[in-house]
C-alpha cells in the first residue's frame, strides 16, 4: 500500500494486533510491508483517542433517553386528548338520548 493509502479499518486490525501483544512489532509491521514509526504513531493515536468511544456512547444514550421521554410525552398527550374527545362523544350521545333523537353515524371518510 502506498503511504496515506491505509483504511481506518486496517489501522485499527494493525494496532489491536499490536496490542494484543501475541507478535512482535517487528513480525507484524514486516509481514504488513509497514514502516514501524507510522504503526508507532496509529498506536499513539488509537490509544489518545480511545476514551471517545465511552463518550460517543454516553451521547447516544442521552439522546435515545431524551427521544424515549419527548415520545413518552407525546403518547401522554394523545392519551388526554383521547380520553377528552371520549367524554365530549358520551356526552353528546346521552344529550341525542335526552332528547329521543337517534345518534347519527359517523362516516369517517367524511369527516377528513
Known sequence: MSRGKYTPEFKAKI???IL????????IVAEN???PNMV???????????SRIFEEHGKAEREAKR???AAAKERDKMLKTIGQLTVE???LQ????AVGKPIPE???EKQR
Open 15 to 17: 494496532v489491536l494486533e
Open 20 to 27: 494484543q501483544g501475541e507478535r512482535e512489532l517487528g513480525a
Open 33 to 35: 510491508n509497514l514502516n
Open 40 to 50: 508507532r504513531n496509529w498506536k499513539a493515536e488509537f490509544l489518545e483517542n480511545a
Open 67 to 69: 427521544k424515549e421521554a
Open 89 to 91: 362523544r358520551n356526552f
Open 94 to 97: 346521552d344529550c341525542f338520548r
Open 106 to 108: 359517523l362516516d369517517p
